[in-house]
């Protein structure tokens, strides 16, 4: 498509050789005499460059631009003016344009303004195209009272400089929650430092957490500042805590306790003001049982624990979770918004979720490559998504202990019910009407126990 260039200019001779040039070289114009008209034709028929007349009656360039910028903010300008004096291009400047030419107008100025704007307006749109989706990737949606005590917690957490520990399984939204918190706090302008303690190796991370000097180690060539001193007045995300040896503890610690680093290889003590954001997805009382982990670390860290359950002990949150991710990914892609039938519902709700979130998302966006379908049903997930044990076993007709421990409260639940009715019909002969008597529910919800977990007389466990 031809780029859109529209000129606002007060003066009929400007506005006719701008469009000769313009048109000339392919490009779509549109001609405005006044700063109204120019406002009006931007909004209207969105133009990809915008060349603005400072001086015009009644509404001038200047504040022509400021309520572009008001309401347009991608949209690139070039200001023009026959009396440019560097204090207007010095404002103009400051109000977003990015280009200041004079006249008279030169062919070669315009034309090189135009080809540069052009690809600084479809750069700018696509950086905010992608902000936009990081953000919506990044926003915490549930419906779960567990989710909305999370919420709750980042939200008295966040103004505060107190540590936080996030502590749950791998995939349950521990980063998320922990940039949640950097992005409500007085520090969100500030840079949110993400370091994986798993994935540094041993001799890299002190160096990488606190800097060094040139020569303080072999193949330290350069200077280098740490996370710690980069996150200064940020935030620093110290992922899997868990993962630091015990001589990088005691750094942290100190960092913690005295507010100030040194690069390794220097004497001099560097002052930082850093909010500390941790996380793991180990039993931190196990590790620091087995001596892996300081205790005194650990009580610094906690300051505010926030213990994220998984997804199988929240499953409201998933048919909004579903959602949410239908509508990431159709709009990634260009897709319509597939939706799920009320047994595909279901069925994601009887998965098991070892991955939690994480392995949720994966599900459904492979659920939506490989059926391209408006309407996912029960089927299509099961293909998919591996399926809690207990209801199948006891559908294959297997006892469900044979499946191993239950793993959830859900899968013990149903497990111990299920003992707890073999056992009280052995004790009465297999007599329905008895059993239910005693145990006190109606026989009709007996039966419908009986077939659910497929029990018969021959049961043996
Ligand atoms: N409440 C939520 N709403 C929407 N998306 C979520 C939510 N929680 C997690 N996610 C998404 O699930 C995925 C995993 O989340 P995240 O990386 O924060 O998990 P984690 O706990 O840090 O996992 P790991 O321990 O493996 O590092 C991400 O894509 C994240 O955006
Ligand atoms: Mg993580």
Redesign the pocket.
């Given at each position: 498509m031809k780029p859109r260039i529209l000129v606002v200019d007060d003066e009929p001779a400007i506005r006719d050789s701008m469009r000769m040039i313009l048109e000339y070289e392919g490009y779509e114009v549109l001609l405005a005499g006044s700063g109204p008209e120019g406002l009006a034709m931007a909004e209207r028929d969105s133009p990809d460059l915008v060349f603005l007349d400072i001086k015009m009656p009644g509404l001038d360039g200047l504040e022509v631009l400021s309520r572009l910028r008001g309401t347009n903010e991608t949209l690139p300008v070039v200001i023009v003016s026959a009396h440019g004096t560097t204090s207007t291009a010095l404002e103009a400047g400051r109000l977003g344009a990015f280009r200041f030419i004079e006249k008279p107008l030169s062919k070669d100025y315009v034309l090189d303004a135009v080809r540069e704007g052009v690809e600084l307006g479809s750069l700018r749109r696509e950086n905010r195209t992608l902000r936009t989706a990081l953000e919506t990737?990044?926003?915490?949606?549930?419906d779960s009272v567990a989710?909305k005590q999370i919420m709750e917690q980042v939200r008295r957490a966040a103004p505060t400089n107190a540590t936080v520990l996030i502590l749950?399984?791998?995939?349950?939204?521990?980063?998320?929650?922990a940039r949640a918190i950097h992005k409500a706090s007085l520090r969100s302008k500030e840079r949110f430092v993400q370091v994986n303690c798993a994935a540094i190796p041993e001799e890299l991370i002190e160096s990488e957490l606190f800097g060094h000097e040139r020569g303080a180690f072999t193949g330290a060539t350069e200077k280098q500042t740490g996370k710690f001193e980069q996150a200064d007045r940020g935030t620093i995300f110290l992922?899997e805590v868990a993962d630091m040896s015990p001589k990088t503890q005691a750094k942290v610690l100190r960092v913690l306790q005295e507010g100030e680093v040194e690069r390794l290889g220097s004497a001099k003590t560097i002052k930082v003001d850093v909010r500390v954001i941790a996380?793991t997805?180990k039993d931190l009382e196990d590790e620091i049982a087995e001596g892996r982990f300081r205790e005194d670390l650990y009580f610094r860290l906690s300051v505010i624990p926030i213990a994220?359950p998984p997804l199988r002990e929240r499953l409201e949150?998933i048919p909004t979770?579903v959602q949410?991710f239908v509508s990431q990914f159709s709009r990634e892609n260009n897709r319509r918004p597939a939706r799920f039938s009320p047994a595909a519902m279901d069925a994601l709700r009887r998965a098991r979720w070892r991955g939690n979130?994480?392995e949720l998302?994966n599900a459904i966006e492979r659920l939506l490559i490989m059926t391209e379908r408006d309407v996912i049903d029960a089927d299509d997930v099961v293909q998919i998504v591996r399926s809690e044990a207990p209801r199948a076993a006891a559908a294959a007709g297997e006892s469900a202990p044979a499946a191993g421990k239950p793993a959830t409260l859900r899968d013990f639940k149903e497990w111990s019910e299920r003992a707890f009715l073999v056992d009280k019909l052995r004790e009465f002969g297999w007599n329905i009407s008895k059993t239910a008597d005693v145990i006190d529910t109606p026989r009709s919800n007996l039966y419908k126990k009986l077939e659910q977990y497929n029990i018969k007389q021959d049961t043996d466990g």
């Amino acid at each position: 498509m031809k780029p859109r260039i529209l000129v606002v200019d007060d003066e009929p001779a400007i506005r006719d050789s701008m469009r000769m040039i313009l048109e000339y070289e392919g490009y779509e114009v549109l001609l405005a005499g006044s700063g109204p008209e120019g406002l009006a034709m931007a909004e209207r028929d969105s133009p990809d460059l915008v060349f603005l007349d400072i001086k015009m009656p009644g509404l001038d360039g200047l504040e022509v631009l400021s309520r572009l910028r008001g309401t347009n903010e991608t949209l690139p300008v070039v200001i023009v003016s026959a009396h440019g004096t560097t204090s207007t291009a010095l404002e103009a400047g400051r109000l977003g344009a990015f280009r200041f030419i004079e006249k008279p107008l030169s062919k070669d100025y315009v034309l090189d303004a135009v080809r540069e704007g052009v690809e600084l307006g479809s750069l700018r749109r696509e950086n905010r195209t992608l902000r936009t989706a990081l953000e919506t990737r990044q926003q915490m949606v549930g419906d779960s009272v567990a989710l909305k005590q999370i919420m709750e917690q980042v939200r008295r957490a966040a103004p505060t400089n107190a540590t936080v520990l996030i502590l749950g399984e791998s995939g349950v939204g521990k980063e998320l929650i922990a940039r949640a918190i950097h992005k409500a706090s007085l520090r969100s302008k500030e840079r949110f430092v993400q370091v994986n303690c798993a994935a540094i190796p041993e001799e890299l991370i002190e160096s990488e957490l606190f800097g060094h000097e040139r020569g303080a180690f072999t193949g330290a060539t350069e200077k280098q500042t740490g996370k710690f001193e980069q996150a200064d007045r940020g935030t620093i995300f110290l992922d899997e805590v868990a993962d630091m040896s015990p001589k990088t503890q005691a750094k942290v610690l100190r960092v913690l306790q005295e507010g100030e680093v040194e690069r390794l290889g220097s004497a001099k003590t560097i002052k930082v003001d850093v909010r500390v954001i941790a996380a793991t997805n180990k039993d931190l009382e196990d590790e620091i049982a087995e001596g892996r982990f300081r205790e005194d670390l650990y009580f610094r860290l906690s300051v505010i624990p926030i213990a994220v359950p998984p997804l199988r002990e929240r499953l409201e949150d998933i048919p909004t979770l579903v959602q949410a991710f239908v509508s990431q990914f159709s709009r990634e892609n260009n897709r319509r918004p597939a939706r799920f039938s009320p047994a595909a519902m279901d069925a994601l709700r009887r998965a098991r979720w070892r991955g939690n979130i994480r392995e949720l998302r994966n599900a459904i966006e492979r659920l939506l490559i490989m059926t391209e379908r408006d309407v996912i049903d029960a089927d299509d997930v099961v293909q998919i998504v591996r399926s809690e044990a207990p209801r199948a076993a006891a559908a294959a007709g297997e006892s469900a202990p044979a499946a191993g421990k239950p793993a959830t409260l859900r899968d013990f639940k149903e497990w111990s019910e299920r003992a707890f009715l073999v056992d009280k019909l052995r004790e009465f002969g297999w007599n329905i009407s008895k059993t239910a008597d005693v145990i006190d529910t109606p026989r009709s919800n007996l039966y419908k126990k009986l077939e659910q977990y497929n029990i018969k007389q021959d049961t043996d466990g």
